[in-house]
C-alpha cells in the first residue's frame, strides 16, 4: 500500500484540509485514494497519531493500520490519505515506523515562518477555552519553548531518517495561504491531482479561523476573569464583530520578525536547500509588510471597549 500522511504542522490549515478530505472522500476513491474513517477524530486521524507516541499501544496502532488497508481493498483503492498535525508532535518515529515497514511512505508537510506561525499560535492559546492565555504574545514566547518546533531542520530530518529524501513533500504555507483554495490546490497536487476535478469545497466553518489580533488584546484580559465557556464563547462572538472590519493589523514588529527570521535563517536555508523548495520569504520582502504598524498590548487598548464587552458578557445583555 502507499501511504500519504500529512503532518500538518499545526496553524498551516490542518483542519480544513482534513474537512476537505472527509468532504471529497467518494471522489478521491474515484481517483484511488483511500481517506479512512478509522482512527478518525472530528475529521483527522488524530487517534492514529497518539497510538505512535506510545509503544504499549503499538499492537493498537497495527490492528488499526491493518484494518485501514482492507478498507482501501475492499474499496479498490491503493493510496491511503492520513492527516494529522498531531503527527509533528512524534519524535520517535520507531512505532510508526514498524507499523508501515511493508508500506511505501510519502511524509506531506506544510511550514510556515516562524514568526507568523508565533501569531496564530498565541491567537489560537488566547482563544481556545482550555488554554485561555491572558498575557501579550512576548510573554507567550518566554513562557512556551518554541525552539524545537521552530526548528524546521531538525522536523525535516527526523522524517527523513525514517522514511528516506524522496519521501518527502514540502509546502509552503506563506505562499499557498494566499492563494484562492490553494491549500487545497498545493496538497493534490502532492497526489497527482488538481481541484478541476470536481472537488467540493468545505465550508467555512470547518476551519480553525483566527480571532482578529487586536480582538486578542481583549480577550487576553478577559481571560484573566473565571468565564464559564459560554460566556467565553460570548466574548469571543462580541470582540470578533467589533474587530472584524478593521485592518488585521500584526502583534509583532518588523524588528520582533527580524530577530526570528535571523535565529532560524540557518535551519530554513538547510530545508529549502535540502528538500529542493522555496518556502521562506524574508519578512520585510512582504508586500506592504513595512507599512504595518504592530498592536501593543497596552498603547492599543481601549478600557472603555474592554468594559462595555466585559459588563456584556458577564450580564449575558448584548
Request: with cysteine.
Amino acid at each position: 500500500m502507499n501511504f500519504f500522511i500529512h503532518i500538518g504542522i499545526h496553524k498551516t490549515g490542518s483542519t480544513a484540509l482534513q474537512y476537505f478530505c472527509l468532504k471529497n472522500r467518494l471522489k478521491l476513491q474515484e481517483h484511488g485514494f483511500f481517506y479512512p474513517e478509522i482512527g478518525l477524530k472530528d475529521a483527522g486521524h488524530h487517534t492514529i497519531a497518539w497510538l505512535a507516541k506510545n509503544k504499549d499501544k503499538s499492537a493498537r496502532l497495527h490492528d488499526m493500520l491493518e484494518s485501514i488497508r482492507r478498507e482501501a481493498k475492499r474499496a479498490g483503492c491503493e493510496n491511503i490519505i492520513l492527516s494529522s498535525e498531531e503527527f509533528e508532535f512524534l519524535r520517535d518515529l520507531h512505532i510508526l515506523s514498524a507499523a508501515l515497514q511493508h508500506d511505501h511512505c510519502k511524509i506531506i508537510i506544510f511550514l510556515r515562518r516562524q514568526d507568523t506561525l508565533l501569531e496564530s499560535e498565541y491567537n489560537q492559546h488566547v482563544k481556545m477555552f482550555s488554554t485561555k492565555y491572558k498575557h501579550d504574545i512576548f510573554k507567550f514566547h518566554f513562557d512556551h519553548d518554541f525552539s524545537q518546533r521552530f526548528n524546521y531542520k531538525y522536523l525535516c530530518n527526523i522524517w527523513r531518517h525514517k522514511f528516506s529524501d524522496d519521501g518527502l513533500s514540502i509546502i509552503s504555507y506563506d505562499y499557498w495561504s494566499k492563494q484562492a483554495n490553494g491549500i487545497f490546490t498545493a496538497f493534490l497536487a502532492t497526489l497527482g491531482l488538481s481541484l478541476h476535478d470536481n472537488f467540493i469545497m468545505p465550508e467555512e466553518r470547518h476551519s480553525n479561523i483566527s480571532l482578529p489580533n487586536k480582538a486578542t488584546l481583549y480577550l487576553a484580559r478577559l481571560n484573566q476573569l473565571t468565564l464559564t465557556k459560554d460566556q467565553h464563547q460570548l466574548a469571543i462572538r462580541l470582540l470578533t464583530a467589533e474587530f472584524s472590519a478593521e485592518k488585521n493589523q500584526p502583534l509583532l514588529s518588523m524588528k520582533d520578525r527580524h530577530i526570528l527570521w535571523r535565529r532560524y535563517k540557518g535551519t530554513n536555508d538547510f530545508v529549502e536547500k535540502n528538500f529542493n523548495t522555496d518556502c521562506f520569504v524574508e519578512p520585510e520582502k512582504e508586500v506592504n509588510a513595512s507599512e504595518l504598524v504592530s498592536l501593543n498590548f497596552c498603547t492599543h487598548f481601549n478600557r472603555g471597549i474592554y468594559t462595555r464587552i466585559k459588563t456584556a458578557v458577564l450580564t449575558g445583555e448584548h
